[in-house]
């Protein structure tokens, strides 16, 4: 087995494990990347999207691996083809994806934060976020308590500044 496949595996395997956490809420920058968009309609984060597309060439690289060092065939490469047409299936269908992704609701932090705020606040959340320093990011990916009272500090920033510019502070 050559290295190109080798390499295809571990980078399949790094993705896996990236998209794992944005699954499970411990990474919260590529969720808040997406909310930083202006225009069009909304684009909401479908998080099992990249889990099938990354799952499914992690299959293919795992089961070419597998054959070539024992010399077992498995059907395990029909099963990640099937994993990658689906994803590029919801890739082409965002808005039918978008529902199907409602029902599942991972992960639970984005899906609180679509309920609690608005566009415009989100949009204002994901600009905030570029702003923190690596360790506030760090401590609000693992704890979602402490991100959510940020994002309510950020929302009362937000709101503040939209009703009265006499009491925000430099101007009026």
Do not use: Q
């Not at 790094?14 to 590529?30: I, Q």
């Not at 099992?48 to 065939?73: D, E, K, M, Q, R």
């Amino acid at each position: 087995m050559g290295i190109i496949p080798l390499a295809v595996f571990f980078v399949a395997l790094a993705c896996l494990g990236r998209h794992c956490l944005v699954l499970f809420g411990r990474l919260k920058g590529p969720i808040l990347h997406e909310c930083e968009k202006y225009g069009g309609d909304e684009a909401y984060y479908l998080a099992l999207l990249p889990l099938l597309l990354w799952g499914g060439v992690f299959i293919i690289t795992l089961s070419t691996w597998l054959s070539a060092l024992a010399g077992l065939s498995f059907p395990l490469m029909g099963l990640g083809v099937v994993m990658i047409l689906g994803a590029l299936a919801g890739y082409n269908s965002p808005t039918v994806m978008a529902r199907w992704h409602r029902l599942v609701r991972l992960p639970r932090w984005y899906h609180e934060l679509l309920d609690r705020t608005d566009r415009y606040e989100r949009r204002r959340i994901a600009y905030m976020w570029l702003r923190l320093p690596w360790r506030a990011r760090l401590a609000y990916n693992g704890d979602d308590r402490a991100f959510f009272v940020w994002v309510d500090l950020i929302v009362m920033g937000t709101v503040l500044d939209e009703e009265d510019p006499a009491l925000t502070p430099g101007r009026g």
